[in-house]
């Protein structure tokens, strides 16, 4: 079984302004790792993608973040982190980690979740 655990969010609640980092680490019968990324879930809203990080570090951001967000990963690990600097309101959302992970070498990798964290930017 692969697990994702997310951590991070301090009770979630930051100010407009300030700056909270993200991690999620996967664990199991792990024998690759492929795409990890982070999404986002507000009230209301449909999930969306908020950064992408492929297996050779590769980046890609939503636009609402480009610039405040930095995605990164630590192989050793098995863990990928979401670095959030300048947060505003609109950044309130339940956080969730993704990635594509393989736990076989015979096998392709398939997509696991981690269980959301929430993030609250409010004064």
């Known amino acids: 079984q692969v697990q994702l655990v997310e951590s991070g969010g301090r009770g979630g609640l930051v100010q407009p302004g300030g700056s909270l980092k993200l991690s999620c680490a996967a664990s199991?019968?792990?024998?690759?790792?492929?795409?990890m990324s982070w999404y986002r879930q507000a009230p209301g809203k449909q999930r969306e993608s908020v950064a992408t990080i492929t297996s050779s570090g590769v980046t890609n951001y939503t636009d609402s973040v480009q610039g405040r967000f930095t995605i990164s990963r630590d192989s050793a690990k098995n863990t990928v982190y979401l670095q959030m600097n300048s947060l505003k309101p609109e950044d309130t959302a339940v956080y969730y980690c993704?990635?594509?992970?393989?736990?076989?070498?015979?096998?392709?990798?398939?997509?696991?979740w981690g269980q959301g964290t929430q993030v609250t930017v409010s004064s």
């Open positions: 993704n990635a594509a992970i393989a736990s076989s070498h015979f096998r392709p990798t398939s997509i696991y």
């Open positions: 199991g019968r792990i024998v690759r790792i492929g795409t």
